[in-house]
């Protein structure tokens, strides 16, 4: 047989050459893709992906996670409180439940509520499998392909493939250390406006923001309050580490400034108990409510019975805020041991957020720096952390990186963060060396770089001391 | 034969590509009734190959120690036959410094294009000679990792300006880079397949991204975002002139079994020029090696048995 000549018959004229052509095509590489949805063509694979599965290699100190630490929970404790859900309440616990969550279950979230400040009552809650459900569902509810959602600049990593699937065009917002530029807001507010454009809500995570670490301060909450109330928009307000503080005063959610008027309130077990319960919720506006729970009952009928016998048997026998509390502690030394090995092994052109709580740090390098690129050579030494453009749905955020302390003890946050440090280093130098200028002088201005505009989001204040 | 080994997975960057061709290779062989047991691998392999001594391994790896003749020289130590090129080809077609250097001293065409190592840059002072590069490249310049088998790492930089960060993005990915000059064309990629009467090429496949201009890592591997048109629309005789470079890229570099040899076709001369060859092309659905074989009507599970038997006609009896 001769390999050269085609299955189609006499292969050399141009017509054969055509029909072979679409015929091939269509065929085996293009055989799934035509059935695919519109949408998938948004929901993007990426070089990220492909590097981030190599982080969860036992030898590779990730902190590109947002892992919460699960070690601290007694496992005889999980096992007490197992073997009392199957003894008082296997049956039940065996069944579907309700959509919108139990109602013992609903107390429970209630109290969680309460501890920031917020009355709710259990009519006004859906629970959710996982808070990430509730993006999902609100997306769900509100975006026909093409609205507009306006997020924070960088925003959760996790919510951009949702905002992708439902084919949301998104506007980023700018933040500072004090959170969202809320004058930013009102600006591309007005353009949208003046372009016929409306958004459907604002995604904000307003408390220890993932992933900068940044919170917004109180004045500009009352304002991006006000902002929906008198342009009648929604608010949803991702709110899973506000009891994660680790200094300062607590400050209102703006669901208990807004007292649920506009804004959409999405909370979770995931970081104060366990995210591998799935267990999260959303309390909303009544009319917004019923059409979650009828997206939800499509989704998935209703969440883990399973999980909320659990919960319910935790709050039950056990105050939920000592465990709270030991994460707190734990987490807070992990923050600090962090930013001093930051201080330590960063180079002098990296700058980072200091959080007051929460779970992530995010680091901006000099913006020559392309941190994709990095985590493959980062991963060479065995650590790795999440590229800064995960967070942004243009291509910004390619110098920036997030590093989380939470999930990974402190020896290996001091190692982690040294061998990041490290591989900083070597760029910087190099890149020194291919332009003669001088590694660790003053900080240059960001002149030569079209990525300029990526580096200045979150133009935070250099190390501590 | 009966017993095959799939090797696939392993540590590179391409882990989940190779996964991929392995799991394909593995349905491949279930089918035809081989007893196959799939490897990723690790630590063990030296262990898991002792075990079980298949009669062949298949070996599915892209990248780092898969296609750079690592693996292929435990398989050699052991004594267990394995599919597609030996050693030596393999590092010369993951090191495209090195593949570009055997295709430039054979006389076969490829991009003009220099190669430095990072510590020539850092203690030699190679940056001074920049100015003089890019002058005979001439811009846009494309610069490379000499060794990654995607398009990871890969950058264009079209002034001066972008020249340094190029080069530093391509260092995360290895410890020497190259900068090449750009040739504007047509992509081809020529799979050649060895056969009872010596290797032959198969249809020329033409990858043409689709709503992009650049042909970068995701466009590889997602279904959609490339099209791929195979036999590609060119002419008889720029497809034999193709093809046969190709095969002789082939020979230089002495793979065997089967490879693929990326090229393009340059839109000013109408020439064919040699941008890298692969050692262990993709074997997924959406890889270009397999679909070439289709359009010349050998089935996946023909090549595979193919690809077998000529593992074992290498190995002395």
Same mark, same amino acid.
């Given at each position: 047989?001769?390999?050269?000549?085609?299955?189609?018959?006499?292969?050399?004229?141009?017509?054969?050459?055509?029909?072979?052509?679409?015929?091939?095509?269509?065929?085996?590489?293009?055989?799934?893709?035509?059935?695919?949805?519109?949408?998938?063509?948004?929901?993007?694979?990426?070089?990220?992906?492909?590097?981030?599965?190599?982080?969860?290699?036992?030898?590779?100190?990730?902190?590109?996670?947002?892992?919460?630490?699960? /070690?601290?929970?007694? =496992?005889?404790?999980?096992?007490?409180?197992?073997?009392?859900?199957?003894?008082?309440?296997?049956?039940?616990?065996?069944?579907?439940?309700?959509? &919108?969550?139990?109602?013992?279950?609903?107390?429970?979230?209630?109290?969680?509520?309460?501890?920031?400040?917020?009355?709710?009552?259990?009519?006004?809650?859906?629970?959710?499998?996982?808070?990430?459900?509730?993006?999902?569902?609100?997306?769900?509810?509100?975006?026909?392909?093409?609205?507009?959602?306006?997020?924070?600049?960088?925003?959760?990593?996790?919510?951009?493939?949702?905002?992708?699937?439902?084919?949301?065009?998104?506007?980023?917002?700018?933040?500072?250390?004090?959170?969202?530029?809320?004058?930013?807001? &009102?600006? =591309?507010?007005?353009?949208?406006?003046?372009?016929?454009?409306?958004?459907?809500?604002?995604?904000?995570?307003?408390?220890?923001?993932?992933?900068?670490?940044? /919170?917004?301060?109180?004045?500009?909450?009352?304002?991006?309050?006000?902002?929906?109330?008198?342009?009648?928009?929604?608010?949803?307000?991702?709110?899973?580490?506000?009891?994660?503080?680790?200094?300062?005063?607590?400050?209102?959610?703006?669901?208990?400034?807004?007292?649920? &008027?506009?804004?959409?309130?999405?909370?979770?077990?995931?970081?104060?108990?366990?995210?591998?319960?799935?267990?999260?919720?959303?309390?909303?506006?009544?009319?917004?409510?019923?059409?979650?729970?009828?997206?939800?009952?499509?989704?998935?009928?209703?969440?883990?019975?399973?999980?909320?016998?659990?919960?319910?048997?935790?709050?039950?026998?056990?105050?939920?805020?000592?465990?709270?509390?030991?994460?707190?502690?734990?987490?807070?030394?992990?923050?600090?041991?962090?930013?001093?090995?930051?201080?330590?092994?960063?180079?002098?052109? =990296?700058?980072?957020?200091?959080?007051?709580?929460?779970?992530?740090?995010?680091? /901006?390098?000099?913006?020559?720096?392309? /941190?994709?690129?990095?985590?493959?050579?980062?991963?060479?030494?065995?650590?790795?952390?999440?590229?800064?453009?995960?967070?942004?749905?243009?291509?910004?955020?390619?110098?920036?990186?997030?590093?989380?302390?939470?999930?990974?003890?402190?020896?290996?946050?001091?190692?982690?963060?040294?061998?990041?440090?490290?591989?900083?280093?070597?760029?910087?130098?190099?890149?020194?060396?291919?332009?003669?200028?001088?590694?660790?002088?003053?900080?240059?201005?960001? =002149?030569?770089?079209?990525?300029?505009?990526?580096?200045?989001?979150?133009?935070?204040?250099?190390?501590?001391? | 034969?009966?017993?095959?080994?799939?090797?696939?997975?392993?540590?590179?960057?391409?882990?989940?590509?190779?996964?991929?061709?392995?799991?394909?290779?593995?349905?491949?062989?279930?089918?035809?009734?081989?007893?196959?047991?799939?490897?990723?691998?690790?630590?063990?392999?030296?262990?898991?190959?002792?075990?079980?001594?298949?009669?062949?391994?298949?070996?599915?790896?892209?990248?780092?120690?898969?296609?750079?003749?690592?693996?292929?020289?435990?398989?050699?130590?052991?004594?267990?036959?394995?599919?597609?090129?030996?050693?030596?080809?393999?590092?010369?077609?993951?090191? @495209?410094?090195?593949?570009? +250097?055997?295709?430039?001293?054979?006389?076969?065409?490829?991009?003009?294009?220099?190669?430095?190592?990072?510590?020539?840059?850092?203690?030699?002072?190679?940056?001074?000679?920049?100015?003089?590069?890019?002058?005979?490249?001439?811009?846009?310049?494309?610069? @490379?990792?000499?060794?990654?088998?995607?398009?990871?790492?890969?950058?264009?930089?079209?002034?001066?300006?972008?020249?340094?960060?190029?080069?530093?993005?391509?260092?995360?990915?290895? *410890?020497?880079?190259?900068?090449?000059?750009?040739?504007?064309?047509?992509?081809?990629?020529?799979?050649?397949?060895?056969?009872?009467?010596?290797?032959?090429?198969?249809?020329?496949?033409?990858?043409?991204?689709?709503?992009?201009?650049?042909?970068?890592?995701?466009?590889?591997?997602?279904?959609? @975002?490339?099209?791929?048109?195979?036999?590609?629309?060119?002419?008889?005789?720029? *497809?034999? +002139?193709?093809?046969?470079?190709?095969?002789?890229?082939?020979?230089?570099?002495?793979?065997?079994?089967?490879?693929?040899?990326?090229?393009?076709?340059?839109?000013?001369?109408?020439?064919?020029?040699?941008?890298?060859?692969?050692?262990?092309?993709?074997?997924?659905?959406?890889?270009?090696?397999?679909?070439?074989?289709?359009?010349?009507?050998?089935?996946?599970?023909?090549?595979?048995?193919?690809?077998?038997?000529?593992?074992?006609?290498?190995?002395?009896?």
């Amino acid at each position: 047989m001769t390999i050269d000549e085609t299955p189609r018959g006499p292969g050399s004229g141009g017509e054969s050459h055509g029909m072979g052509r679409s015929r091939t095509t269509a065929r085996d590489l293009e055989r799934y893709a035509g059935l695919f949805a519109r949408r998938t063509q948004r929901m993007k694979s990426s070089a990220m992906r492909d590097l981030m599965a190599i982080t969860a290699r036992p030898e590779v100190i990730s902190l590109a996670g947002g892992l919460p630490d699960t /070690t601290t929970f007694p =496992a005889e404790d999980l096992a007490a409180l197992m073997a009392r859900v199957a003894a008082d309440a296997s049956a039940r616990a065996l069944q579907y439940g309700p959509t &919108e969550g139990m109602d013992e279950l609903k107390s429970c979230i209630v109290q969680v509520m309460a501890e920031e400040g917020m009355d709710v009552g259990a009519d006004d809650l859906l629970v959710t499998t996982g808070g990430q459900q509730v993006i999902d569902l609100v997306c769900k509810t509100l975006i026909d392909p093409g609205d507009v959602i306006v997020a924070e600049g960088p925003t959760y990593p996790g919510a951009v493939p949702t905002f992708g699937a439902y084919e949301a065009d998104v506007v980023q917002i700018p933040m500072d250390a004090d959170g969202m530029r809320v004058d930013l807001l &009102e600006q =591309a507010l007005d353009g949208l406006e003046r372009d016929g454009r409306t958004p459907k809500f604002i995604y904000s995570v307003p408390t220890f923001q993932n992933p900068a670490g940044v /919170t917004m301060e109180l004045e500009r909450r009352r304002r991006l309050v006000r902002i929906a109330a008198e342009r009648e928009l929604l608010v949803l307000e991702d709110n899973p580490y506000g009891l994660l503080r680790y200094e300062g005063e607590p400050l209102p959610p703006l669901y208990a400034l807004d007292r649920g &008027e506009y804004v959409i309130y999405l909370g979770t077990f995931s970081k104060i108990l366990s995210p591998g319960l799935r267990l999260g919720w959303t309390a909303a506006p009544r009319p917004v409510l019923e059409k979650l729970n009828l997206a939800k009952q499509g989704t998935d009928l209703c969440s883990s019975t399973f999980g909320q016998h659990f919960v319910i048997e935790y709050f039950a026998r056990r105050d939920w805020r000592d465990l709270l509390g030991s994460l707190r502690d734990l987490y807070q030394r992990r923050r600090d041991t962090m930013l001093d090995a930051l201080g330590e092994h960063l180079p002098r052109e =990296a700058t980072w957020t200091r959080p007051a709580g929460g779970l992530f740090i995010w680091a /901006t390098l000099p913006e020559y720096i392309d /941190t994709t690129d990095l985590l493959a050579r980062a991963l060479r030494e065995h650590v790795a952390f999440v590229p800064g453009r995960a967070a942004y749905l243009d291509g910004r955020g390619g110098s920036a990186m997030r590093l989380n302390f939470s999930g990974v003890t402190e020896s290996d946050v001091r190692e982690g963060v040294a061998r990041i440090g490290t591989v900083v280093s070597e760029q910087v130098r190099l890149y020194s060396a291919l332009t003669g200028e001088a590694a660790a002088g003053p900080r240059r201005p960001a =002149a030569s770089s079209p990525q300029a505009e990526g580096a200045q989001i979150v133009p935070l204040r250099r190390r501590a001391g | 034969m009966s017993r095959i080994s799939v090797l696939a997975g392993g540590q590179s960057l391409e882990r989940q590509v190779s996964l991929r061709s392995g799991a394909r290779v593995r349905d491949a062989l279930a089918l035809r009734g081989y007893e196959v047991t799939a490897i990723d691998v690790g630590p063990d392999l030296v262990d898991r190959l002792t075990e079980s001594r298949p009669d062949v391994a298949f070996v599915a790896l892209h990248g780092r120690d898969g296609e750079d003749g690592t693996v292929q020289e435990i398989l050699e130590l052991i004594g267990v036959p394995y599919t597609a090129s030996g050693p030596s080809a393999c590092m010369r077609c993951m090191d @495209k410094v090195l593949t570009k +250097h055997t295709m430039r001293d054979a006389g076969l065409p490829t991009p003009d294009f220099y190669a430095f190592s990072q510590t020539a840059f850092e203690s030699l002072g190679a940056a001074r000679a920049l100015p003089a590069i890019e002058e005979r490249l001439e811009f846009p310049i494309v610069v @490379k990792p000499a060794a990654q088998g995607s398009a990871l790492g890969v950058r264009f930089a079209p002034t001066a300006a972008e020249v340094p960060a190029a080069i530093v993005a391509a260092f995360s990915y290895d *410890t020497k880079v190259l900068l090449e000059r750009y040739v504007d064309g047509r992509e081809l990629a020529i799979s050649v397949l060895d056969g009872p009467s010596g290797p032959e090429a198969l249809p020329v496949v033409e990858a043409i991204p689709r709503g992009g201009d650049h042909y970068d890592f995701e466009a590889r591997y997602e279904i959609g @975002k490339t099209e791929f048109i195979c036999p590609a629309a060119l002419d008889d005789e720029t *497809t034999r +002139h193709a093809q046969g470079v190709a095969l002789d890229a082939y020979r230089v570099l002495g793979c065997y079994g089967f490879a693929r040899v990326d090229l393009i076709l340059d839109g000013t001369t109408g020439e064919p020029t040699v941008l890298e060859a692969n050692a262990i092309p993709g074997l997924t659905e959406t890889s270009l090696l397999p679909q070439a074989a289709e359009a010349a009507g050998i089935s996946f599970a023909a090549f595979v048995e193919r690809v077998l038997d000529l593992a074992l006609a290498r190995t002395p009896a």
